[in-house]
């Protein structure tokens, strides 16, 4: 199985956290592929960062199809060009941050989400909204720190995160703890066993979603949402 998981930034430390983190729990037979988009910003912290990092992201999705990858990931916690990716393949495309809230209405009755910037909590509700999970959310928290903090400072994360977290679970009832930023890749496991809690790691979480669903055969629907589009000359 090959499954290519594309860092939609360009940072190389980052790229290189999720290579480590999907090393160790990867099946042996699975080959997975990391690459970062090296023209993209450096983090994902905006709707404009984003939408920058979509056209190379497009070109990777179609190169993962001729080179017959099983499954592509998009590892930003935004899912940018998540809708649009699905239409230019026809092997899975999973996005981290859908993936990840669909399998935590599984695991409890309500889960929070822990975003860094404050300015990206509005953003997080919407694609609740707009993934039709909303009914079991129960927040959305910031950490205020940049995506590149979460990252580069795994200490300080993690203590904003407990502190943070703790108030999901006092004050607004969270069974389950969402990491919503791929910066913390690595990061759920001790956490979890610190604050007694399911905690996700997005990235990992979807990497093993995606070995089950290749394994079974199943991909998404190209009958209408995610029709392949017409061709342009």
Not at 6 to 17: A, C, D, G, K, L
Not at 58 to 71: G, H, K
Not at 216 to 230: C, D, F, N, V, W
Request: glycine share 4%.
């Amino acid at each position: 199985m090959r499954i290519l998981v594309i860092n939609p930034n360009s940072s190389v430390e980052m790229t290189e956290s999720i290579r480590d983190a999907l090393e160790r729990i990867k099946r042996k037979d699975t080959d997975a592929e990391v690459v970062r988009l090296e023209d993209a910003p450096i983090s994902i912290e905006s709707a404009t960062d984003g939408a920058m990092s979509v056209p190379a992201l497009l070109e990777r999705v179609r190169w993962a199809n001729q080179e017959r990858f099983d499954a592509v990931i998009i590892a930003c916690f935004s899912d940018p060009g998540l809708e649009p990716a699905r239409e230019v393949s026809d092997v899975l495309v999973l996005g981290i941050q859908q993936t990840t809230l669909a399998v935590a209405t599984m695991l409890g009755h309500k889960y929070t989400i822990l975003t860094p910037l404050s300015s990206r909590i509005a953003s997080k509700e919407q694609d609740v909204r707009r993934f039709r999970l909303n009914a079991s959310c129960a927040s959305v928290l910031a950490l205020d720190l940049s995506v590149s903090q979460t990252e580069e400072d795994p200490e300080l994360t993690k203590r904003r995160v407990k502190d943070v977290a703790r108030v999901a679970i006092e004050q607004d009832g969270a069974e389950v703890v969402i990491l919503g930023c791929a910066g913390m890749v690595g990061y759920a496991e001790e956490l979890e066993k610190e604050l007694g809690i399911v905690v996700l790691d997005p990235t990992t979480v979807t990497f093993k979603m995606a070995e089950a669903l290749v394994d079974s055969g199943i991909h998404h629907s190209k009958r209408a949402l995610y029709a392949t589009p017409p061709e342009r000359n």
